[in-house]
């Protein structure tokens, strides 16, 4: 599948953003200190320019208020209305730490809840695809939840080294994440590179009876719309490099980082810059892990095309 | 409303294709386009139309596809064959196009089946390119509107067009008459009746989209001898002078 920068900036970036407020909403920082009142704005942010760049791939964006009509069908429908929906209790969230200091559990929860409903309205959109089998498993929604949640983590303990707060607990939390979306993903990857594939040229074709079916010509000498969008070929020839990129960025180095955070017991500056580098290779990490995402997924129409 | 009807749809519209005489000519590609890009919805663009990297959307395309049989070469005498291979939209009962699509504008029509797109609430998301294993779906990039085949809609209820002429365009113009346009749900139908004749088949039918357009598979090659006419001639019925020189030569 053609990777959208456009897409994996958004799943990217709404993924850490509802990460993050999913971890605001539990209340696990301190709600007075600057830092967290800026992870609040951060989170709003990250999950504004997230949906806002998700626009940018759409052939009539001005319609694009119309997308909120199908929930009962469609996952992108359900996605955007949860997106929408979430905003209050995020907003209300932001508005007490930022204005007023504190902490409220009703808006907190609420917005860790419909955040991680929002990730996973995501996810499920790729998932509920049968036409690309690699994305359509349970294990694609788990993932993004994971991911989201270890991300959140991450700039949750980014926040708190930069607040002071000397904390053992938030980095081994986020360890504990890191650690699951990372194997939930190797899992997801073996399954992808194990699969016998659903249609093949000869289901396609109905010709299987006859014998083995090879493409002789394409419909047209040039690319299409269907090849441009479903053939894409770059993320596949380098699938095994952007694959040790995506799990030493985004597993080893925060794994590493998150340890001496661990043992050393570090807060204030050198704390923060240890959790920023951990959170800055782990971002760069994720962007690797969905370029592959789409890139290593393929879509049942090429087997009109000669795979 | 992009739920799919609840109930099956009375009328099953849709297209039954020969692969066993379609040759390959893209006139139906052709007469597609030229009907469709001046049909229903936006014109069906191209870009860079007359530079080397020409592309555009089109409804309908011809695929070609070898087939080798185990065991044989191809090139030498066997079933390894050609097979010319029209594709367009097949109006599926369990259109996965239609239940993705946030906006409503993917739709399946609860009185015939047709699967069709209203372009004013389509905001170009392409989910339902995705979500179709058949690559039914082309988007025009100069709209930003997904397009697919309409079963040409404006024809087949257009009572300002001759009878003859109230079928989809590439029906219309095939000239090997390869492309058979009726009502699959009702069983005795002309289509439905080729359709059980020829053992017609669905395409991919492990994607569980149930489609409506069926293919007729190639029929089974006999050898060029067992199609010769090696009968004696029957002359039984001569008459007159012939019916003498018939008798005489007989004799010789």
Partial sequence: MHPAPSIILFTTLSGLGYGLAAMLGLGLLDPAHIATKLAHVVALALISGGLLSSTAHLGNPQRAWRALSQWRSSWLSREGVMAIATFVPLTWSAWLAVIEGRYFWLPGLLGTAMSLLTVFCTAMIYASLKSVQAWHTRLTPTCYLLFAIAGGLMIAVFVAACSGAVDRLLPAGALAALAAAWAVKVKWRMRMRELAPLSTQESATGLGYLGSVRLFERPHMTENYLTREMGFRVGRKHAAKLWKIAVSFGAVLPTLLLLVLIVSGQGGMPGASIAGLALLAFATGLLAERWLFFAEARHAVMNYYGG | ?252
């Fill in chain 2, 1 to 252: 409303m992009t739920s799919l009807p609840a109930l099956p749809t009375p009328k099953k519209l849709g297209l039954v294709i020969d692969l066993d005489t379609c040759v390959g000519c893209h006139a139906c590609v052709v007469n597609c386009k030229e009907w469709n890009t001046g049909g229903y919805g936006a014109a069906l663009s191209d870009q860079d139309p007359y530079g080397a990297e020409v592309s555009g959307a089109w409804l309908n395309r011809v695929h070609s596809f070898e087939v080798v049989p185990d065991g044989e070469v191809v090139g030498e005498a066997g079933e390894a064959r050609i097979v010319h291979f029209p594709k367009s939209c097949l109006h599926c009962e369990n259109a996965p196009c239609v239940t993705v699509c946030p906006t409503g504008a993917s739709y399946k029509r609860a009185d015939d089946g047709i699967v069709l797109v209203e372009e004013d609430k389509c905001i170009g998301c392409g989910l339902c390119a995705w979500a179709c294993p058949y690559g039914a779906r082309e988007m025009d990039l100069a709209a930003g509107v997904m397009k697919k085949c309409t079963l040409c809609i404006d024809r087949i209820y257009n009572e300002t067009l001759e009878e003859t002429d109230r079928t989809p365009a590439c029906v219309r113009t095939c000239p090997a008459n390869a492309r058979h346009f009726g009502d699959l749900g009702d069983p005795e139908s002309e289509v439905s009746k080729l359709v059980a004749e020829r053992g017609g088949i669905d395409l991919m039918p492990e994607q569980g989209t149930r489609p409506v357009n069926k293919y007729l598979p190639p029929r089974q090659r006999k050898p060029l001898s067992a199609s010769a006419g090696l009968l004696p001639e029957d002359t039984s019925d001569a008459t007159g002078l012939f019916g003498w020189l018939d008798k005489m030569l007989d004799r010789i």
